[in-house]
């Protein structure tokens, strides 16, 4: 077995391809720490040892979506909704451009607030700043993403969460999985910049099933894939809808952190040069997640840069880091924990550049 997966890990650091059985078989237990070097050893080779840090704005927790596995979701009565008006939103922006971040994150619920006019006129307002623009705000029509497009946003961000049709029909409620890969095609065909990702470790999911998720990634191609380790949301009826029992929450944080990183280290050796970020949910549930997941493939990193008591309220997940922090302790804490490990700050805005 371990020689088989050697076979594997080696063949893959070449040829970048991997056929799903061969992910299949990365992702089943047993010791990962070849996949993990292999996969820091490509990240290295193509994209040296600069980190992209992104600031993360997360401006509305409304949203008129009900997936089954998010505190967003509009049945969730118990949050505590907010919305950031867009005059603020420009000036958080600002904010972080202040604080030397090259790039900022756009992230909401699906909030109709938000109209096409007012979102073209935040997206003019920030780009005018010279910084670049991802937007992860959900499924909107493909005239509004060419709005957003025309208006400067260089980056969309849509996880596909996942490829298996059981599972996002019973998750993703009122959705459809053929909408949502509709959605990342139209994305892409407007030119930007292509974020994509997976939830990992939802009740039902197999490692079979997750291997297809990463031949998706890999077929459409991303240019950003943002690994999620699924955290359980007691506010949520994701264990009701599943059928599945919660089973231990503390070894069910530790098999998703681990099956996780294994995602995103397959991704690597599949997307030599794309842009892996080091995801908040996994420091979220592992306290070094960040600088593990960066030292094994990843090479983004998305601080917070969202001000005050929203940040608490954004509750996808329970335990969130950085709630009591503000946007310029983590932009140090981020950046000394980054230097630790021997790595730096990329000083640009860290568009992907294809190598292979
Ligand atoms: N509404 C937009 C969307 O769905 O694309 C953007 C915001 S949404 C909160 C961002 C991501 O949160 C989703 O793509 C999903 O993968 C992740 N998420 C939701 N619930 C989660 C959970 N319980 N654990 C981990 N990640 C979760
Ligand atoms: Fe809304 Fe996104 Fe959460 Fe789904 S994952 S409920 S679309 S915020
Ligand atoms: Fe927010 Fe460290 S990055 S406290």
Redesign the pocket.
Known sequence: MKEKSTEIINKSAQSHTLSEDEIAELLKAGDASLLFKTSDAVRKKYLGEEVHLRALIEFSNY?K?N?V????RRDNARLNRYRIEPEDIIRLAKKAKGYGYKTVVL????DPYYTTEKMVKIISEIKKLDIALTL????KTYGQYKAFRDAGADRY???I?TTDEELYAKYDPGMSLENRKKCLENIKSLGYETGS???VGLPGQTVESIAKDILYLKFIPVDMA?I??????PD?P?YEISGEESKDEQLNKKNNFELSLRVMAILRLLMPDINIPATT?METINCNGRITALQSGANVVMPNATEGDYRKFYE??PGKICVSESPAHCRLCITNKINSIGRSVCKHKGFHKRAV
């Open positions: 949203c979506q997936c596995y998010c505190g967003l992230q909401s619920g699906e992860s705000i959900g499924e961000l849509l996880r969460e990702g997976i939830l943002g999620g380790p699924f955290i359980y949301n949520t994701i949910a996808i997940y």
